[in-house]
């Protein structure tokens, strides 16, 4: 066996390792490190200690978007960004809608509350809605995950004055129909989440409603009931004439407004002229 060459080899080696390592602290060139293999996921549980589904890819207005991962560098810092999918496929197109900082755990864990989702729709005037991209860096390691959400439909409300009727004992009431669509509205001191119709009296009446879960919106306003219309009724006598059939006829003149005006037995709401023999008639 050739030993000698055999310590020349290892002699070889061992030099070119000690010429390599001192040429990297002359340069300054440290050897690529392999990437951890970390990995992440998304989940709506109500903390981070909450033991909820591992893996919630679909959020509704109001739901935290919690960012979890393990396989990190274990206490490193991280960083998170959550934005807004191109194309259409999101109603914040590449905008960061979120972003923070984080430290994973001795063992490369972490969990962040990255996220209530739709809250900054009364910044920009949007609601989330659509696909939204995740994205994690801590070091040179990285991960990704996508969730997506449903805008809240917007909720609606009117309200409108109808016929007004009129009685002695009740006075001045007036029709007020309310429409809802996901909302709840308040007026009079009462409380309304349906569609309904009311009776006000004559006033001023100032409302407000905002959306019930599920929708968005609201809105506020002041509602305006007159008195009804007055009333007016008048019977005067016309031509009487006289026929061997029927006997002596007046024409009795009837002019209505706003009224309903009853004689003889019969009720009328519309001028007209009808016919009456000899007599009183309340």
Same mark, same amino acid.
């Given at each position: 066996?050739?030993?000698?060459?055999?310590?020349?080899?290892?002699?070889?080696? =061992?030099?070119?390792?000690?010429?390599?390592?001192?040429?990297?602290?002359?340069?300054?060139?440290?050897?690529?490190?392999? &990437?951890?293999? #970390?990995?992440? $996921?998304?989940?709506?549980?109500?903390?981070?200690?909450?033991?909820?589904?591992?893996? +919630?890819?679909?959020?509704?207005?109001?739901?935290?978007? =919690?960012?979890?991962?393990?396989?990190?560098?274990?206490?490193?810092?991280?960083?998170?960004?959550?934005?807004?999918?191109?194309?259409?496929?999101?109603?914040?197109?590449?905008?960061?809608? &979120?972003?923070?900082?984080?430290?994973?755990?001795?063992?490369?864990?972490?969990?962040?509350?990255?996220?209530?989702?739709?809250?900054?729709?009364?910044?920009? *005037?949007?609601?989330?809605?659509?696909?939204? @991209?995740?994205?994690?860096?801590?070091?040179?390691?990285?991960?990704?995950?996508?969730?997506?959400?449903?805008?809240?439909?917007?909720?609606?409300?009117?309200?409108?004055?109808?016929?007004?009727? =009129? +009685?002695?004992? %009740? *006075?001045?009431?007036?029709?007020?129909?309310?429409?809802?669509?996901?909302?709840?509205?308040?007026? %009079?001191?009462?409380?309304?989440?349906?569609?309904?119709?009311? @009776?006000?009296?004559?006033? @001023? =009446?100032?409302?407000? $409603?905002?959306?019930?879960?599920?929708?968005?919106?609201?809105?506020?306003?002041?509602?305006?009931?007159?008195?009804? %219309?007055? #009333?007016?009724?008048?019977? +005067?006598?016309?031509?009487?004439?006289?026929?061997?059939?029927?006997?002596?006829?007046?024409?009795?003149?009837?002019?209505?407004?706003?009224?309903?005006?009853?004689?003889?037995?019969? +009720?009328?709401?519309?001028?007209?002229?009808?016919?009456?023999?000899?007599?009183?008639?309340?």
């Amino acid at each position: 066996m050739n030993t000698k060459g055999l310590t020349r080899t290892r002699n070889f080696f =061992y030099l070119l390792s000690i010429a390599f390592i001192l040429a990297s602290v002359v340069t300054g060139f440290i050897p690529p490190r392999i &990437a951890q293999a #970390g990995s992440i $996921w998304t989940t709506n549980g109500s903390s981070c200690q909450d033991p909820a589904a591992q893996d +919630t890819n679909h959020y509704d207005a109001g739901d935290h978007v =919690y960012i979890r991962g393990n396989g990190f560098t274990p206490n490193a810092a991280g960083t998170f960004t959550i934005t807004g999918q191109p194309g259409g496929a999101s109603n914040d197109p590449q905008q960061v809608v &979120a972003s923070d900082g984080f430290t994973t755990d001795a063992t490369g864990y972490f969990c962040v509350d990255a996220y209530v989702v739709g809250s900054e729709g009364a910044d920009d *005037g949007y609601v989330d809605d659509g696909t939204y @991209s995740v994205d994690v860096e801590v070091g040179k390691d990285k991960g990704n995950d996508n969730y997506t959400t449903d805008a809240p439909n917007p909720a609606s409300a009117s309200v409108t004055t109808g016929a007004c009727t =009129y +009685t002695p004992a %009740a *006075g001045s009431l007036t029709l007020v129909t309310i429409n809802l669509t996901g909302a709840s509205l308040s007026i %009079a001191g009462l409380t309304f989440t349906s569609s309904t119709v009311i @009776s006000l009296p004559p006033g @001023s =009446y100032p409302y407000t $409603w905002t959306a019930l879960e599920g929708y968005t919106g609201s809105g506020s306003g002041t509602l305006f009931v007159d008195t009804c %219309a007055p #009333g007016n009724a008048s019977v +005067t006598l016309g031509a009487c004439s006289y026929s061997q059939a029927e006997g002596s006829k007046t024409a009795v003149i009837i002019d209505v407004s706003n009224a309903a005006l009853t004689i003889a037995g019969n +009720t009328y709401s519309a001028d007209q002229t009808i016919y009456l023999s000899p007599g009183t008639y309340p």
